[in-house]
């Protein structure tokens, strides 16, 4: 093998390496975007890109598919009026970090940060105070877990 050959080959595998890191990381980069966020309440920013339009209540899920956007995933869907967006989701009984979890309650959907045991931590668009909060919560008091894993 020749010199130029080898280097061809290194660079290949740097670039296919890059490549599954790139895509394995989603979630963490999903969760890391969303975290930016914790204490901001830019529903303009948000609803502009996920709605088409400005919201300034009810934007949890809006939120989350803002998040989804920053990341590469979920970049042709729009969040619909009186749908949202996670139906297009399968649901799971083990949520992983940048799945959503969904409470009846309120219609409230959050992004999953970590599981902790029988807990989740959560990242809250339109929480505690009007901004994006964490919050930790029992995973029985979550109504149900999206997975977004066919995103990915």
């Known amino acids: ?58 934007w949890c899920g809006i939120f989350i598919l803002w998040a989804l956007h920053q990341v590469g995933l979920a970049k042709d869907w729009k969040w619909e009026v009186g749908k949202g967006f996670i139906y297009k989701l399968n649901t799971t009984l083990v949520p992983k970090p940048g799945d959503i979890a969904y409470f009846n309650k309120l219609n409230h959907q959050a992004l999953v940060k970590s599981v902790e045991g029988d807990n989740v931590r959560l990242i809250n668009g339109n929480g505690m105070n009007g901004v994006v909060s964490e919050s930790l919560t029992p995973k029985k008091n979550v109504t149900a877990f999206y997975s977004i894993e066919s995103l990915l």
């Open 1 to 58: 093998m020749r010199r130029n050959d080898i280097i061809m080959l290194a660079g290949l595998t740097t670039l296919v390496s890059s490549a599954i890191y790139f895509l394995s990381n989603k979630r963490s980069r999903l969760v890391k975007v969303a975290l930016g966020e914790v204490g901001k309440a830019r529903t303009s920013v948000y609803s502009l890109d996920a709605y088409g339009s400005e919201v300034d209540k009810n």
